[in-house]
């Protein structure tokens, strides 16, 4: 049940999370994949008070450079939707690349199946393309700034791991892909992140995952956790944290997985408005109790 105008929990106590993660594209991002001043102060504030913002992402790690900056973000990154966690270093915390074999057989069946579809893999910090002259390629690199290598992408796949197939499509065709993809490979996670992009990564990878692994690299529980999603591929990690909130621009499948819906899209700063909510009656218990 979807509660608009009841007020949260966050609304009646000064309660301080001890780490916030949150979702990039369509979340923390409006849609020009940009991060507004705004969102920026905001991020800033929760820096100033030594609560990690946590980027949690279906993006590879070099994607998020520039975002993380722009957010104060200096702790662990998580990748590919949970499938690769790093430290603010980049050291690897956690890594569940697809079985070869498993991502040897998508791909033949994927190509086979769906010619109109275009494929990209992402294993660890690379990105490979078969065509990098491909519109739906440069519109991607466009919008996540960095390059991709065109290579024979069965080579690669042989040779260097897997974490994440995207599928880029019109929006039946990748409806199509998700349900035909999950029926013929169960051990694979299958997922439309949006309506023309479907992921594809190993079967025990979620948000919830990579989470989970960067509460224990903090030493804090998820219960202390305050989580911001927009898409379906967020719905798992909404739904494993208390203090979870979607998007005002989300789908009615994910505003209904959270505890809680901002007031405004990420066109309006839906995230900063509920971080700067949270951290003045934070501020305003701490100046009662003085």
Known sequence: MIEMDTPSSLAT????????????????????????????AAAFE???????????????????DVIR????????????SGAYVID???????????DTSQANEAYAFITRTYPELTVMAYGFHNWFVAD???????????????QAHEVNLQDVIASQGIHKYLLVGEPDAIERAEAELSAAFPHLKVVRSSPILCEIMDG????????????????????QAMVFGDGRNDIDMLQAVPESWAMANAPLEVREAAAHITRLDNNHDGFANEILTMLKRVQKSESTEK
């Open 88 to 98: 603010g270093g980049g050291t690897e915390l956690l890594s569940c690349p697809i």
């Open 132 to 146: 990098r002259t491909d519109a739906r390629v440069k519109r991607e690199e466009t919008v996540v700034g960095v």
């Open 69 to 80: 900056q722009e957010l104060y973000c200096t702790g662990p990154t998580i990748c590919y």
């Open 204 to 223: 025990h990878v979620s948000k919830t995952v990579g989470i989970t692994c960067v509460c224990k690299h903090l030493n804090v529980e998820l219960i």
């Open 46 to 64: 929760l820096h100033k008070r030594y609560i990690p913002l946590v980027l949690v992402s279906a993006r590879m790690p070099e994607a998020l």
């Open 13 to 40: 106590k000064a309660w301080t999370p001890s780490v916030v993660f949150s979702d990039v594209d369509g979340t923390i991002l409006n849609t020009n994949h940009c991060v507004t001043k705004t969102t920026s």
